[in-house]
């Protein structure tokens, strides 16, 4: 059964403190792993895509990393807007269609 | 509108109550989801339509019952639902159902069952 576990729960930050948040994952033929950031009472808002081990994908203050067994998402001086839970998410193809498992998300807070 | 909408954000039932959800996507998409998600718990696939057919239902409730009647709308039509029930009720499109397909969410219903 596939499974994603993302470390740690929560995470307080202070403004301009990085820090990466992990998603480690079992999974037959992963097709994908997605990070996807969720604000209180919203759906989530996709980030990235990654696709092989060693790709990396940057937006603004995040850096999403891939590896055979995990996916690192790195926040960069990170600011109180970036304050949100963020989800990891693998793609398989099971019985011929496309499968996606989340995690339960990592709470991030921001603090000026 | 733009991306993917959401009819009503909330909704307060009684258990007896028949209501449905709906959702919406502007995005060209062929292929609907929805997700039930509860606190402290990953997002749960409830349904999934790829060109207005089903093409998974993971051990939902019949009292969940879905309706596609195209490729741009979907909906969740809800009767004599439990207090557990209650959560945030997601929609969510992609283009199709391939493995490259990236899925783009809703706002989400927040669903209360009383």
């Known amino acids: 059964e596939d499974q994603v576990t993302q470390s740690p729960e929560a995470l307080r930050l202070q403004e301009g403190e990085s820090s990466s948040l992990n998603c480690s994952y079992t999974?037959?033929?992963?097709?994908?792993l997605f990070w996807y950031r969720q604000d209180p009472g919203k759906g989530p808002e996709f980030l990235f895509t990654?696709?092989?081990a060693g790709e990396e994908k940057e937006k603004e203050r995040l850096k999403a990393t891939l590896t055979k067994k995990e996916s690192f998402l790195h926040i960069t001086a990170p600011k109180p807007e970036d304050s949100a839970t963020y989800l990891c998410?693998?793609?398989?193809?099971?019985?011929?269609?496309?499968?996606?498992?989340f995690g339960t998300g990592t709470k991030l807070q921001v603090i000026p | 509108e733009t991306g993917v909408t959401q009819t009503p954000r909330h909704l307060v039932m009684g258990m007896t109550n028949k209501k449905s959800l709906k959702c919406e996507q502007h995005?060209?998409?062929?292929?609907m989801y929805w997700y039930k998600q509860s606190a402290k718990k990953p997002l749960e696939l409830m349904f999934v339509y790829n060109f207005k057919e089903q093409t998974e239902n993971n051990s939902v409730p019949s009292r969940f019952s879905p309706e596609c009647p195209n490729s741009s709308h979907l909906f969740l039509h809800l009767h004599t639902l439990q207090p557990e029930d209650s959560a945030l009720y997601l929609c969510?499109?992609?283009?199709?159902?391939?493995?490259?397909?990236?899925?783009?969410f809703g706002p989400g219903t927040r669903l209360t069952v009383l």
């Open positions: 969510a499109s992609s283009h199709g159902i391939a493995d490259t397909d990236t899925q783009y």
């Open positions: 998410a693998v793609q398989a193809i099971s019985g011929g269609y496309q499968k996606v498992t």
């Open positions: 999974v037959s033929g992963l097709r994908g």
């Open positions: 995005l060209g998409h062929n292929a």
């Open positions: 990654l696709y092989s």
